[in-house]
């Protein structure tokens, strides 16, 4: 099935997730989705498979426009999307899973049914228990059950967000030589959205890029990585020009530290940073870094090696803990991990603050919040629930209530969301930290400001962790080798 | 500490709070006249039942006073986002732990009484306990483990009058011998009503009042509520504040426990609860988690419930009319207005998962069946 993107918008508010994409995929070809966290890669494929409709644009399918109501609509139609995460009912068998919005009668026909999923899996080389409950099934035996479920419901695009995360290297095996197998054979259309390039440069045979809302570019592939990162990212930013700091003792040490989730496993980080120090973490989204910045928040316990902060062993210390010893963690999800909807600005000052009363003194807290609403610029009153505040004051709000003096501090995308002129101000802050003593650990999407604030980077692709470079020496072209997964 | 959110459309947002209460009496209404029966007598007979004399405005104060002490317990967990559906076994539980006081030691009332509602509180608090370490240590959700707490309080209660605490008569099985005096509150009039136990609701009352209005812990509780993972990453401990929560609560509810012991009854009963926990549950889900409107809410539900008894007495219609008046009212509240299109939705954050609303309250005729305030019998 030929499908074409017609100037496809999605705005929420004044974000302008999709921003006029138009993109054509032919039929019996495996086509890349590539871009950074935030480009609009998972709205647009909602769009595409009727979770969402579009603020403006069509859809095209052999030419006739076509309307989404919902994703059951949007199968029926020919689109399937298999989610990261999939969407079966874990204790559910895996013959009620498959038959579930399927089949409509009120007796179900499990014989025909189970033949049917038989006959389905074994063509694409898939071996699935009919009878296996979801529970004891692997995620790649999860996701291969997904995937005949979409194929058995007519699926002509099918639509595969992250596949290879979470599964064995022989269900990946599997799952490509399937992927070739529904493309060549079969005609069907099938898009990868992945943030493994090794994995788009293996199987595709195009990437569409996105950057920000927009189409940047296709590129035939294999290509070079570096080529992909650079439209990805755009250009990369000259060095700045900032004054060199006289770093001093080491503030956190990490010796041969593993992290084993089930998804990923982050083997033998060794690092040390230094008082004063910007450390940045730069990779692609799911590669590592934020597993690692969770273990030095304890928030992740290590499955092997150890922690020091100031030469003391933290290793397998909670969060709480830390936190008492000078460890600042900023997450990402604003009102999700940092805010509490509902809460006053005042009120989080006094759920922050080291020091615990038992009785609140509120006059003086919300002096205190005055004053901090002025030092970090939030446009916001005291008693300004967070959830009331913009994107932006509520990372300046997360800044605001870090206390001080940190011995280190942990942040993750430290400038998402904000303007230029906020997001220097909010750098100017970090800084006057340093003279503390501080150090400052982040990760970033945003290679400019790793490049721009850091002292040192480090790159992590698939879970590994590369050499540290100095990004006062580093180019374009290393960190590009080095996000793609190259030495 | 809400109003100021309130999506003042003026009249409509401030009228629409007596619209499930009015649309509650006319559904009761239909229904009396539907079996032929005539509402406005059956209201006056309700009316009587409640304010028809010293007596019976005294026994609407004496069954009030456990419901407040239960439903600003409740306040406390329900800040916290916890279900504590096991407050009704906390309530035995205290009557429990006060019963043993009463019939096993002895000396004068100004020391029993004191010993009976400290360990009445602690008898609770530990039943609460139970349910909160289950939840944190185990991840067994603190509704199921407070249903299963539940029907295991109420075995233990049946145990106990049927065996060691039998009367030495012989075996009623409806309760344990009369207590000692010296073991019961100083109660009002030949009322069931202790002034005492009133004192005790007022300074709970004002407890969780302070600690929800001006202290730390009120504010973790009320951080960890709506927001779990953000009160983790600024610092609360949900281990903690969630086993403090649910004890202090067990306590209160074990203090309302000793107060039916100890003033509405003069024993340990068969059904000493009586349905107060699940009444309270209701109240604050009525009252939208306002602590000033608990009072009132629960007055007017011991009104009604009182009442209906004298209704059963003049009328030929049954007492749990009260029961189906009060059930009928809660569900007309959930359905017409959610704490949300209220805009009382303070409390509501605008995450999913704590959405108070989402259960049921218990059907209208079970809590009438229990609800039997004149089940004192014997005397």
């Known amino acids: ?487 | 500490m809400n109003q100021t959110q309130s999506s003042g459309s003026g009249w409509v947002a401030r009228v629409w709070p007596l619209v499930p209460i009015v649309a509650a009496l006319l559904f009761t209404s239909a229904l009396l006249l539907l079996f032929g029966a005539s509402p406005a007598e059956a209201y006056r007979a309700m009316w009587d039942g409640s304010f028809g004399g010293s007596d019976k405005i005294l026994g609407v104060i004496a069954f009030w006073v456990p419901l407040v002490l239960c439903s600003v317990g409740l306040l406390i967990t329900f800040t916290a986002g916890l279900w504590n559906i096991g407050v009704e076994g906390q309530i035995v539980l205290g009557a429990i732990f006060a019963s043993w006081v009463a019939l096993r030691l002895s000396g004068p009332a100004w020391l029993l009484i004191p010993v009976e509602i400290g360990a009445a509180m602690l008898g609770g608090a530990l039943w609460a306990a139970l349910s909160a370490v289950l939840k944190t240590r185990g991840r067994v959700n603190e509704i199921f483990s407070g249903l299963a707490l539940n029907g295991l309080a109420i075995i233990l209660t049946n145990y106990l009058i049927s065996g060691p605490w039998q009367p030495p008569e012989g075996g009623s099985f409806r309760g344990t011998a009369p207590f000692q005096d010296a073991a019961l509150l100083p109660r009002l009039l030949e009322s069931r009503f202790s002034p005492l136990s009133l004192v005790l609701a007022g300074l709970a009352f004002a407890a969780v009042f302070f600690i929800l209005r001006g202290t730390t812990w009120g504010l973790k509780l009320k951080a960890l509520g709506k927001n779990p993972a953000s009160a983790y990453l600024l610092g609360v401990s949900s281990e903690r504040e969630t086993i403090m929560a649910m004890m202090f609560c067990g306590a209160l509810a074990g203090l309302g426990g000793a107060v039916r012991v100890l003033s509405w009854f003069d024993s340990l009963r068969q059904s000493i609860s009586g349905g107060i926990g699940f009444l309270a549950l209701l109240i604050v889900m009525l009252a939208a988690y306002r602590i000033l409107w608990v009072p009132f809410i629960a007055f007017f539900f011991s009104v009604v419930l009182n009442g209906s008894i004298t209704l059963q007495l003049k009328t030929q219609l049954h007492s749990s009319l009260g029961g189906i008046l009060t059930g009928v009212m809660v569900l007309f509240v959930l359905l017409f207005g959610s704490a949300k299109q209220l805009g009382i939705g303070g409390q509501a954050s605008t995450g999913a998962g704590d959405a108070p609303e989402a259960i049921p309250p218990p059907p209208a005729d079970t809590i009438a069946g229990d609800i039997t305030p004149n089940v004192r019998g014997g005397d």
């Open chain 1, 1 to 487: 099935m030929r499908v074409e993107l017609r100037d496809i918008r999605k705005y929420f508010g004044a974000v302008k997730a999709n921003d006029g994409i138009s993109l054509t995929l032919e039929p019996g070809k495996i086509y890349a989705l590539v871009g950074e966290n935030g480009a609009g890669k998972s709205t647009l494929m909602k769009i595409l498979s009727g979770y969402q409709p579009p603020t403006g644009g069509d859809i095209l399918l052999d030419g006739q426009p076509a309307r989404f109501h919902s994703p059951a609509d949007a199968l029926a139609k020919g689109v399937g999307m298999l989610y990261q995460d999939p969407l079966d009912m874990p204790p559910f068998r895996v013959i009620d899973n498959y038959l579930l919005g399927r089949d409509r009668r009120l007796r179900l026909d499990y014989k025909s049914a189970r033949a049917e999923l038989v006959a389905l899996a074994s063509r694409y080389g898939f071996a699935i228990d009919p009878n296996a409950t979801i529970d004891s099934l692997s995620m790649g035996e999860r996701q291969q059950l997904e995937l005949v479920r979409l194929l058995a419901g007519g699926a002509q695009v099918l639509i595969l967000d992250e596949p290879t995360t979470g599964i064995s290297a022989e269900q990946k095996e599997i799952l490509f030589e399937s992927m070739h197998k529904m493309t060549r054979e079969e005609g069907k259309t099938v898009i990868l959205v992945s943030h493994k390039l090794e994995e788009v440069q293996e199987l595709c045979i195009y990437a569409y890029v996105l950057r920000r809302g927009k189409l940047v570019g296709g590129q035939e592939l294999p290509c070079a990585s570096e080529a992909l990162v650079e439209m990805m990212f755009g250009q990369l930013p000259q060095r700045s020009r900032r004054p060199a700091f006289t770093l001093g003792t080491p503030v956190l040490e990490l010796q041969d530290v593993t992290i084993n989730t089930y998804q990923l496993t982050v083997p033998d980080v060794n690092l040390t940073v230094r008082a004063g120090e910007v450390f940045g973490f730069a990779g692609l989204e799911g590669s590592g870094q934020r597993l690692v910045l969770q273990a030095c928040a304890g928030l992740m316990p290590p499955g092997k090696g150890h922690v020091r902060l100031g030469g003391q062993d933290v290793t397998g210390w909670g969060y709480h803990r830390l936190q008492q010893h000078g460890v600042g963690y900023v997450a990402a999800g604003r009102l999700e991990e940092g805010l509490v909807a509902g809460l006053s600005l005042t009120e989080h000052l006094i759920l922050a603050r080291p020091e615990k009363q038992f009785f609140i003194d509120w006059p003086g807290n919300r002096a205190a919040m005055t004053e901090r609403i002025a030092t970090y610029q939030i446009v916001g009153q005291p008693e300004t629930t967070a959830d009331a505040l913009s994107g932006g004051n509520q990372q300046r709000l997360l800044f605001a209530l870090l206390n001080t003096p940190l011995k280190l501090l942990l942040l993750e995308h430290p400038t998402r969301g904000l303007d230029v002129r906020s997001a220097d101000y909010t750098w100017q802050l970090l800084y006057n930290r340093r003279a503390d003593g501080t150090a400052i650990l982040f990760i970033s999407a945003d290679l400019d400001e790793i490049i721009a604030h850091s002292d040192r980077i480090a790159v992590f692709s698939g879970g590994r962790m590369s050499r540290v470079v100095d990004a006062r020496e580093t180019t374009a072209d290393e960190l590009g080798h080095l996000i793609g997964g190259q030495a």
